[in-house]
């Protein structure tokens, strides 16, 4: 077709209208990633194939043979790393808990049009790779530095703008050690996934998911603020198209419970027996440590507190466990979990509604009914 353009298949974002259900570009999107089957909260470490998966485009072809790394830009020394040399440093091992930015956007009214998730879109894994800072050591950074660039090698067409997948960070926290951020080239001990970013990824603890650039090809210093889609458009908590927002970055605190008993198929609601139940989950946050998990079993009435696992040496950047107890008895039950942190950030009982539907981390309510106890009388 002549004068075929890109906008013409890449339109801007938007807002669903009132009533208008999830498409079929909204399906293949939910078709081609997925959550984390919240059952699968039992586990400290989440197995590679459960752990949650956002691919902006598509995931590349890699050789990690020929792969290299570059680290380009405002350094003394510029860098040309393949995965032996990368794997000469000193590693580090960080168990880090991730979410998408866009986790629990199907539950916003109006809702943003875009990768529908609900609360599933988590997992925490081990990542061993080699701190991001030695490799800027190595390189030398240049004293008018402020931002480091990092580019995937995947690309693809968002909102009419064709690009590359890239991201950055402010120097102090690419350079920081708390957290620390690896450049990762494995997870729970084996090599990267395809789909979680083989050969190298960026691993940024405490951040949303956007910030951990997979296919991870080119680190680039510059001496300005970069100004790229994914960091000036597309993740920036807004009230209105014209609002430039503020940037998406930390994770805000959230706990997930391990639905009990056993689901309805399409409805998904739980059915326990009478009697005790123990309820358990995760809680984390990427601003400080979780301090406390309160649970309600009446619609979010009364509240409770669970007991809360230790957190482990070394796993600051990790979910915790918690768990309470429940007598269950007959009819139908709205379960409710919230999480507080240390520096003060809980969960609200109202969404916080923005045109991205970013850091929804609004309370999880789990539908159950306890069946009625079965007679015993002859």
Known sequence: MDGARISDISPPGRLAEPGEAISLEELALAARNHGLPLEALRYDLTPAGLHYVLVHYDIPATDADTWRLTVRGRVRTPLTLDLPTLRSFPARTRRVTMECAGNGRARLTPRPVSQPWLVEAVGTAEWTGVPLRTLLAEAGVADDAVEAVFTGADHGVERGVEQ??????????????????????????????????HP???????????????????????????????????????????????????????????????????????????????????????????????????????????????????????????????????????????????????????????????????????????????????
């Not at 419970?257 to 123990?278: A, K």
């Not at 696992?309 to 269950?328: K, L, N, S």
């Not at 979990?337 to 999880?364: E, K, M, S």
Request: aromatic share 10%; proline share 11%.
């Open 164 to 197: 590359d997948y890239q991201r950055s960070l402010p120097l102090p926290v690419a350079m920081g050690d708390d957290p620390e951020v690896l450049v990762a080239y494995a997870m729970n001990g084996r090599p990267l996934p395809p789909q979680h970013g």
């Open 200 to 378: 190298l990824r960026l691993v940024v603890p405490g951040w949303y998911g956007m910030a951990q650039v997979k296919w991870l090809r080119e680190i680039a210093l510059s001496d300005a603020p970069f100004t790229g889609f994914q960091q000036e458009v597309a993740y920036r908590y807004r009230q209105s198209p014209d609002d430039p927002g503020e940037p998406v970055t930390r994770i805000a605190p959230r706990a997930l419970m391990i639905p009990p008993g056993f689901p309805d198929f399409m409805s998904r609601t739980r059915v326990v027996r009478p009697g005790q139940v123990r309820l358990e989950g995760r809680a984390w946050s990427g601003h400080a440590p979780v301090t406390g998990v309160v649970v309600s079993t009446d619609g979010g009435r009364v509240w409770s507190e669970a007991e809360l696992a230790p957190q482990e040496d070394g796993h600051d950047w990790a979910w915790r466990h918690w768990h309470a107890a429940w007598t269950a008895t007959p009819g139908r039950h709205e379960l409710s979990v919230r999480a507080y942190d240390a520096a003060g950030h809980t969960q609200p009982v109202d969404p916080p509604w923005n045109r991205g539907g970013f850091a929804n981390n609004l309370i999880q309510r789990v539908s159950v009914l306890c069946l009625a106890a079965p007679d015993r009388t002859g």
